[in-house]
């Protein structure tokens, strides 16, 4: 069992940045495999990025590829989401989750954080 806290999220305007941190309790987070996804309003969630469980390897959505990139601290149990160049359509809550397979299918991941609002102003 893992809990799963994101933070981070809040107002930016297009152009800018903001660095999401999701905290793993329970157990260790290295023993996963870590997922961002987002969900906009009156959309489905969407996947945006994964990490191998050592960190070693990541994937992304084509539409966040160049723009943002995710991380990990095991010694922390944090997962990171550094997201730069945001636009309006990157408007939406984002959530952490965790599995046992670095891959973009929701189903994929058992764990699942409450999500934080990011907002992105034009």
């Known amino acids: 069992q893992v809990q799963l806290v994101e933070s981070g999220g809040g107002l930016v305007q297009a152009g800018g940045s903001l660095r999401l941190s999701c905290a793993a309790s329970?157990?260790?987070?290295?023993?996963?495999?870590m997922g961002w996804f987002r969900q906009a309003p009156g959309k489905e969630r969407e996947f945006v990025a994964a990490?191998?469980?050592?960190?070693?390897?990541?994937y992304y959505a084509e539409s966040v590829k160049g723009r943002f990139t995710i991380s990990r601290d095991n010694a922390k149990n944090t997962v990171y989401l550094q997201m730069n160049s945001l636009e309006p359509e990157d408007t939406a809550v984002y959530y952490c989750?965790?599995?046992?397979?670095?891959?973009?299918?929701?189903?994929?991941?058992?764990?699942w954080g409450q999500g934080t609002q990011v907002t992105v102003s034009s």
């Open positions: 989750a965790a599995g046992y397979a670095m891959n973009a299918r929701s189903s994929s991941y058992t764990y």
């Open positions: 990490i191998s469980r050592g960190g070693g390897s990541s």
């Open positions: 329970g157990r260790t987070s290295s023993s996963y495999a």
